[in-house]
């Protein structure tokens, strides 16, 4: 179970990510596959057919064998980063 520190991490990066225009950062798909390793592991879906979505897989794939902990970890130090 992800760490309330893990938690609120997501939340500041959804408001982050709620205040920007809909281009794809690179940043933000790198979070999204650290988050994605933190909850679920390694990534245990097809590769999605649109754009967007082969992109997300492709962040999320890209921390295979990383453990859950560690992707967490990662996660808060760099969603902390951006904060400053």
Not at 15 to 33: H, N, V, W
Not at 35 to 56: H, L, M, S
Request: net charge neutral.
């Amino acid at each position: 179970m992800p760490s309330e520190e893990f938690n609120q991490a997501a939340a500041y990066l959804r408001s982050l990510r709620d205040s920007t225009t809909k281009e794809i950062d690179q940043e933000i798909l790198e979070l999204y596959g650290l988050y994605k390793q933190a909850t679920v592991g390694d990534c245990n879906i097809a590769e999605p057919a649109d754009a967007f979505g082969k992109q997300k897989h492709k962040a999320w794939g890209d921390n295979k064998g990383k453990s859950s902990a560690d992707a967490e970890k990662e996660y808060i130090s760099r969603v902390n980063k951006l904060k400053k």
